[in-house]
């Protein structure tokens, strides 16, 4: 017996040690790559001038409808992407509009994000030189607006999307905790619990990835994540977030908060229509008791301030919409949902990452683990449909290199990942 154990220590010290030497490597590329941080940092206007001509397009979508003449669509858009929040589903629905209509993307190099979690630069947008303008901007990056709006025409629409704390937590301490080195050592099965019952013991603000652990809205909009909810600071950076943003979107609730863009961005309901991607396998989740979730809610408790604050302004632009006209919108983006489910999807709904057939529609999966569902195509599609399934199918990894993205070092990273960890 004690032969055993001793193989199975050697074993995890071997896989610890391959781990530290691999990560040591990639995290050496990462910064070989990185662009320099003081690159481009110039005295830049606030502003470009880019204006483009909005291409009318004819797509075959099940019960087309139409927006009204006087109502022009928003081509200029900054989607600030968050962690865990339903924004790989938001960033298809904006490449879908962007290809559809030659839109001019900022995209990342190398990878799939603009480096983070290092604060965000114009000089980590792909092939980017001094003035260059963009219609887009939607990659997950940590943000600042000051290097954004350099990329941007001044009437651009900014746009995020916000998730229930204690859900966003959870979901980020499952999906992220064997990145972080410190939750190795949480014992039992149910290490979340463990965690919340003693956060201090498992936390340190300056170890490794540590920011997936506490507020990590507040810290993917550039913010110190670290403050307590009832320091002043957390308030002041609220307000001025509020200037900033033209619309926050919610997780809880995705479809009135499609419905609300669509009317922000004056576009059809043909542009937002849309498959759920990068979900989780519900036996994957996590159910907090009461006390657990009062814990969450105060060691997350700048997120929740920041959370209540737009929850408050999207119910007052939902009011402002109308309630019976919402609920009519919601119900039309669910019939046409179903449709296009109907027309796009093998057997009705997602399944497990094994079972994916095709390579293309296969989602990034977290370290160690296939808890992220994605679909099969229909193998007899319409023709006039098969484009138009296959975009709305495809995740983010796929679908950048669609757009042209060289992602070598996430793959590189994938394969690590997968080797190292996937028994």
């Given amino acids: 017996m004690s032969g055993i154990k001793g193989n199975k220590c050697t074993f995890v010290k071997r896989r610890l040690i391959l781990w530290v030497l691999l990560t040591n490597i990639i995290l050496v590329l990462y910064c070989l790559t990185n662009p320099s941080q003081g690159k481009n940092r110039g005295t830049q206007a606030g502003t470009c001038p880019l204006s483009v001509q909005f291409v009318k397009t004819n797509v075959s979508m099940p019960s087309q409808s139409t927006k009204p003449e006087e109502c022009s669509p928003k081509l200029n858009i900054m989607f600030m992407k968050t962690h865990k929040t339903a924004s790989s589903t938001i960033l298809n629905i904006l490449f879908r509009f962007g290809e559809k209509h030659k839109l001019k993307f900022a995209l990342p190099d190398g990878r799939n994000d603009f480096f983070y979690p290092s604060p965000f630069l ?59 080195p410190l939750t190795w050592r949480i014992n039992g099965e149910n290490k979340l619990a463990e965690f919340l019952n003693n956060p201090q013991s498992f936390y340190s603000p300056t170890s490794f990835n540590s920011f997936y652990l506490k507020n990590m809205l507040f810290f993917d909009f550039g913010l110190d994540n670290n403050l307590e909810a009832n320091d002043p600071r957390v308030m002041r950076d609220i307000q001025n977030l509020s200037k900033h943003f033209d619309l926050v979107l919610f997780a809880e609730y995705f479809e009135e908060s499609l419905v609300l863009l669509k009317d922000k961005l004056c ?157």
């Fill in 122 to 180: 114009c000089s980590q947008v792909k092939d980017y030189k001094l003035g260059d303008c963009f219609n887009i901007v939607c990659n997950h990056m940590r943000f600042d607006h000051h290097e954004v709006a350099k990329l941007l025409p001044p009437d651009a629409v900014y746009i995020t999307i916000l998730r229930d704390p204690v859900a966003l937590f959870e979901s980020s301490f499952h999906y992220y905790h064997k990145a972080v």
């Fill in 267 to 423: 576009w059809t309901m043909e542009d937002i229509l849309y498959f759920k991607l990068n979900a989780r396998r519900s036996s994957s989740l996590s159910h907090l008791t009461p006390e657990l979730r009062a814990k969450a809610l105060q060691w997350n408790g700048a997120d929740w301030r920041l959370y209540q604050h737009f929850n408050a302004s999207f119910w007052a632009r939902v009011e402002a919409y109308g309630s019976d006209r919402m609920k009519r919108e919601v119900n039309e983006l669910r019939r046409r949902n179903s449709e296009m489910k109907d027309i796009c999807i093998k057997d009705g709904g997602a399944v497990e990452a094994q079972k994916i057939q095709d390579r293309r529609f296969q989602p990034w999966q977290p370290v160690g683990e296939s808890s992220i569902l994605g679909y099969n195509i229909k193998k007899h599609i319409d023709p006039k449909f098969r484009t138009i399934c296959e975009k709305m199918l495809t995740p983010e990894i796929q679908y950048l290199s669609d757009l042209g993205v060289n992602l070598w070092l996430t793959r590189l990273w994938g394969w690590f990942k997968d080797a190292v960890f996937t028994v």
